[in-house]
């Protein structure tokens, strides 16, 4: 099957630093990959496509300076935080396409929690 | 813009079939996607019709009626296990990106 692995599963950090988050696709190629947030008993909303070898395609809204995207190979994409605040406390759900049929397959999510 | 509407909320004993309705308003529509979410975990896929019709895998089918925009997912012989969110998610042609409703909490209960 499609295993996509997100690291770490849960990060804790202090106000006014960054932090990255890995998504990777480990038994396929993946040319786009998908970073989303969820906050609690809520949906998931897209924050950005990430294709590899340029740039990063972000959702109205969504900040590009705070939240960088790079997709530097076929089977790795990051997501960093800078500046975290509180408010971005959220679970964090990266997705790959894998076929031509574009069916998403989500990594196990990342909680940041911003003190 | 595009809106998804499903019911919030399902309960429903073991062994009872559920269906979850989602309507949706979009433009470029290409799919139709189901993901399970248990609580604190990741979206798992469940199915995903692009023409009419139905689709079945094991327990659970899925629906689809392009004409009318609306599809639904039947979920048959519930199973303690099957307590979760599920999420009807439109995959647009351009970039195939996912837009998920509002998610459908379902219980199940003994």
């Known amino acids: 099957g499609a295993v996509v692995s997100q690291h770490p599963s849960r990060v804790i950090c202090k106000s006014g630093t960054s932090v990255k988050i890995e998504c990777r696709s480990l038994d396929f190629q993946a040319t786009t990959m998908f970073w989303y947030r969820q906050f609690p008993k809520q949906s998931l909303m897209l924050m950005a496509t990430?294709?590899?070898?340029?740039?990063?395609?972000?959702e109205q809204g969504v900040e590009k300076d705070k939240f960088l995207i790079n997709h530097a190979s076929l089977t790795l994409s990051t997501l960093t935080v800078t500046s975290a605040h509180p408010e971005d406390s959220s679970f964090y759900i990266c997705?790959?396409?894998?076929?031509?049929?574009?069916?998403?397959?989500f990594g196990p999510g990342t909680r940041l929690t911003v003190l | 813009g595009q809106s998804l509407e499903q019911p919030s909320e399902v309960t429903a004993v073991e062994g009872a079939i559920v269906q979850i309705n989602c309507t949706y308003q979009?433009?470029?529509?290409?799919?139709l996607s189901w993901y399970q979410q248990h609580d604190g975990g990741a979206p798992t896929f469940l199915s995903y019709n692009a023409l009419d019709g139905l689709e079945e895998t094991g327990r659970f089918s899925s629906f689809l009626s392009r004409s009318d925009s609306y599809g639904y997912l039947l979920l048959q012989e519930l199973q303690m296990k099957d307590s979760a969110s599920y999420f009807c998610?439109?995959?647009?042609?351009?970039?195939?990106?996912?837009?998920f409703g509002g998610g459908t909490r379902v219980l199940v209960k003994p």
């Open positions: 979009t433009s470029g529509f290409y799919g």
């Open positions: 997705s790959a396409k894998r076929d031509r049929v574009g069916t998403q397959y």
């Open positions: 990430s294709n590899e070898g340029s740039k990063a395609t972000y």
């Open positions: 998610a439109v995959r647009k042609a351009a970039g195939n990106k996912l837009t």
